[in-house]
């Protein structure tokens, strides 16, 4: 997948502003944020979206999942946050690689339906 944007962040290949990492997450800044906090968790491993995890992604998935709450608060979040992902052009997806918005503090934030 050399051509995804989210496997080229993983591999250094674009820079990002990495807030969290381990063998198998990446969690970064969004650059275009929506929210006073919005991060992006994505698998290291490539996965299109939702519609196209495997049975042995599961534990990928769970292992990323179980971290959320952690890395919320230590960006800050500690009265709550928002958790999103989109699959396919009918559910939003713009970047094909899995991928999950951590959003926090949506008072202040430029959209509020998501």
């Known amino acids: ?23 198998q997450m990446l969690v970064f800044k969004d650059i275009a944020p929506k929210a006073p906090v919005h991060l992006l968790a994505i698998p290291k491993k490539h996965i299109e979206n939702l519609d196209q995890l495997q049975a042995e992604d599961a534990s990928i998935l769970g292992e990323m999942l179980g971290k959320f709450a952690q890395i919320a608060k230590d960006n800050g ?12 052009p009918g559910g939003g ?20 339906g998501m």
């Open 1 to 23: 997948m050399s051509q995804c944007l989210f496997c080229r962040i993983v591999n250094r290949k674009i820079p990002a502003d990495i807030v969290y990492e381990d063998q």
């Open 93 to 112: 997806q713009e970047v094909y690689h899995l991928h999950f918005h951590i959003i926090g503090d949506i008072r202040q934030a430029s959209w509020r």
């Open 77 to 88: 979040l500690d009265q709550g946050y928002r958790v999103i992902t989109n699959t396919g």
